[in-house]
């Protein structure tokens, strides 16, 4: 389906649905893509909503996970959200637990971490290659996934579009190198709120046992793995991911 992008100040988001909000957050190369079998399936329970991060459109000095964390901040208090499903994927997860570290008051009820960087992540690598090599493009898209075949030439395309700007690589490799700075470690273990971690066993850039490190660190979460999965298991896995994400929801609803 195509949803439609709303405008509000400065802000532009997706907003399907009606309920507790469930915010997506998505990484690096995220795109609305990546959260369709997220949100076709969780508007009919919540009020599913997807902010654009704005990557390329903050200054030099704020293009880092606190910048985009600040950024999470003001769209959250804007739009007058409360109860809140924070939910991350790969930079995503990284923005919202910054977000929730400086915010411990943030009017949010639960955490969810799809491939989050934080702690470790093998990113795209600090440098690229001659601008315009498609070829490998087309191989590091195809490294986020188990199933190659996800990487589609339209996915393939909207990244190589990106590395083919010289100002979004820079401050792709701003961002990337940020997240690696920003190590949380530690810190983490502030974050009570309820916390489910969903992990691809095959995902080859925050492998699992990233994954594990986060349980181990965060006190209220729970891991799930999804097998034959890779970086992004609500877009390669979308049903298994739903039906963990769907009863963690649920419980904390009763509440």
Known sequence: MVYEIKTQGKFKFIEEGEGEPLVLLHG???????????????????????????????????????????YVHRFIEAMGYTNVHLLGNSLGGHVGLVYLLKHPEAPVKSLILTGSSGLFENGMGETYPKRGDYEYIRKKTELTFYDPAMA?????????????????????????????????????????????????????????????????LIPNSELHF??????????????????????????????
């Not at 690096?28 to 654009?52: C, E, Q, T």
């Not at 903050?58 to 910048?67: E, F, K, R």
């Not at 792709?172 to 502030?190: C, F, M, P, Q, V």
């Not at 991911?241 to 769907?246: A, C, D, E, G, Q």
């Open 28 to 70: 690096l190369f995220g795109a609305m893509s990546n959260f369709g079998g997220l949100i076709d399936y969780f508007r009919h329970y919540n009020k599913v909503v997807v902010p654009l991060l704005p990557l390329f459109d903050l200054n030099i000095l704020d293009t880092s996970v606190a910048g985009l964390a600040k």
């Open 152 to 216: 589609t030439k339209e996915l393939v395309d909207e990244v190589f579009d990106i590395t083919t700007n010289r100002l979004k690589v820079i401050k792709i490799i701003t961002l990337a190198k940020s997240a690696i700075r920003h190590n949380l470690g530690e810190e983490l273990r502030d974050i009570k709120i309820p916390t489910l971690l969903v992990w691809g066993l095959n995902d080859t850039v925050t492998p699992p046992m990233v994954g594990e490190e986060f349980k181990k």
């Open 226 to 255: 999804i097998d034959k999965c890779g970086h992004a298991p609500m877009m390669e896995r979308p049903e298994e991911f739903n039906k963990i994400l769907h009863p963690f929801l649920d419980k904390l609803k009763k509440q």
